[in-house]
C-alpha cells in the first residue's frame, strides 16, 4: 500500500485531491494520509475557483492529517512519496528537499522556474535514487496519444503543419496570487502556454529555432499573451498560442489542428476529429478516461512495481521544454526575432 503527502491545496492540488480519492475507492493499494499546505485556512476545506472543471464532490476532510510544514509531515507520517502542487518557483527546492529526505517525488508542472533549476531536480534524483516525475498531463490525454499514434505509424504521411491554441480567463484566484507574478510563476508563458510547449517537444521534438511575440497585460505578470512559432529543419509549419486574458464567458478551450500529407486531426471545444484525405470524417473511438488521473495512476504504479515512470516523461525532455520556453521568452524580449535552439 502506497502512503502518499499532498503538499499544497490550491486549484490544482484539489484536481490531484479528487483523483486520489478516486483511486482509494476504487481499491487501488494507495492511501492520501496528509495534506500540507501554509494556508491554514485550506486545511477546513477552503475551496479555490480555476479555469477547470474538476467536477469536485464534497470532501470529509477529517480523514487526513493537516501540516503546514513539508518537513514536519515527513517526520510524522510514513510517505513512499509526496505529490507537489505548488508555485512553480518552488518546484526545485521542495522537491530537491523531498527527495533528499527519502521520498519519491510526483511534481506538477511545469518542472521548475529554468531549466538550471531542473538540472538541480535531476542531479537531486540520481544522487538521493529517488524517483521523480513532472506532471506534463497532455502526454496521457487520449486525445493527444491519438495524435502521437498518428505521427509515429505515419499513417497520413508526415506532419506538414501544426497549430495549438490554449487560453481562458485570468487566473486571479491563486494564493497571494503568484500566477501573475512573473518571478514566481513565469507568467503565461511558462505556466499556461508550456502544456504546448511541452506536446510540441513531445510530438515533434527540440526545435531548431523560436521566434515569439508577446504582450503584458499585467503589471509584473510576464507576458499574459504569447504566439510562437517552431522552426524545423523539416520545414513543417507549427505555432502555439496562448491567451489568459479571455474574460467573461469564454470559459476555457484548448485545441490543436495537426495536418498531414493526407489527412487532418482537430481537437477542438473537446471533440476529436479525424479527417482522413480519403473518406469521411470520423470521431475516432478513444478512451474518455481524464489525463490527471492517468498520470497520477502511471506514477503509483511505477513505484509500486519499482519501475522507472520516466518512460512516458523523461526527465531530460521535461527539463528541455523548459529549455525551449527559455528561448521563446528571450525571442519575445527581443520583439519575436529568431533563436536557434
Known amino acids: 500500500m502506497l502512503k502518499v503527502g499532498l503538499v499544497g491545496l490550491g486549484f490544482m492540488g484539489h484536481a490531484h485531491l479528487q483523483n486520489y480519492i478516486r483511486l482509494m475507492d476504487e481499491g487501488f493499494p494507495i492511501q492520501l494520509v496528509a495534506i500540507c499546505d501554509v494556508d491554514k485556512t485550506k486545511h477546513n476545506g477552503a475551496q479555490v475557483e480555476g479555469n477547470l472543471d474538476i467536477q469536485e464532490k464534497q470532501i470529509d476532510f477529517s480523514k487526513f492529517q493537516f501540516y503546514s510544514s513539508m518537513e514536519e509531515m515527513v517526520e510524522k507520517e510514513k510517505l513512499d512519496y509526496v505529490d507537489l502542487c505548488l508555485p512553480t518557483y518552488l518546484h526545485a527546492p521542495v522537491a530537491i528537499l523531498a527527495m533528499s529526505l527519502g521520498l519519491h517525488v510526483f511534481c ?18 540520481q544522487k538521493y535514487g529517488r524517483q521523480l516525475m513532472i506532471g506534463q498531463t497532455l502526454r496521457f490525454f ?40 512573473k518571478d514566481k510563476s513565469g507568467g503565461c508563458l511558462l505556466d499556461q502556454h508550456i502544456h504546448d510547449v511541452d506536446t510540441i517537444n513531445w510530438l515533434f521534438g527540440k526545435p531548431a529555432a523560436v521566434s515569439t511575440t508577446g504582450k503584458v497585460i499585467f503589471d509584473g505578470s510576464g507576458y499574459d499573451i504569447v504566439s510562437s ?3 524545423y529543419e523539416d520545414g513543417k509549419v ?104
Open 238 to 341: 507549427v505555432n502555439a498560442q496562448d491567451d489568459w486574458t479571455i474574460n467573461g464567458d469564454f470559459g476555457f478551450e484548448m485545441s490543436y489542428r495537426i495536418n498531414f500529407e493526407s489527412g487532418t486531426i482537430i481537437l477542438e471545444k473537446g471533440i476529436l476529429t479525424d479527417y482522413p484525405e480519403e473518406g469521411a470524417k470520423f470521431q475516432p473511438d478513444i478512451n474518455q478516461e481524464d489525463g490527471y488521473y492517468l498520470e497520477i495512476k502511471y506514477f503509483a504504479e511505477a513505484i509500486l512495481n519499482q519501475t522507472s515512470p520516466n518512460l512516458t516523461v523523461p526527465l531530460e525532455s521535461t527539463r528541455e521544454t523548459i529549455f525551449i520556453a527559455e528561448h521563446e521568452q528571450a525571442s519575445a524580449d527581443l520583439n519575436g526575432e529568431k533563436i536557434p535552439l
Open 108 to 125: 506538477e508542472k511545469p518542472m521548475a522556474i529554468s531549466s538550471k533549476a531542473c538540472d538541480e531536480m535531476i542531479q537531486a534524483s
Open 229 to 231: 512559432n517552431y522552426h
Open 142 to 181: 487520449p486525445s493527444y496519444q491519438y495524435v502521437k499514434e498518428a505521427i509515429q505509424s505515419e499513417r497520413y504521411g508526415k506532419v506538414v503543419s501544426a497549430s495549438f491554441f490554449r487560453g481562458g480567463a485570468t487566473p486571479k484566484w491563486s494564493f497571494e496570487n503568484w500566477l501573475l507574478q
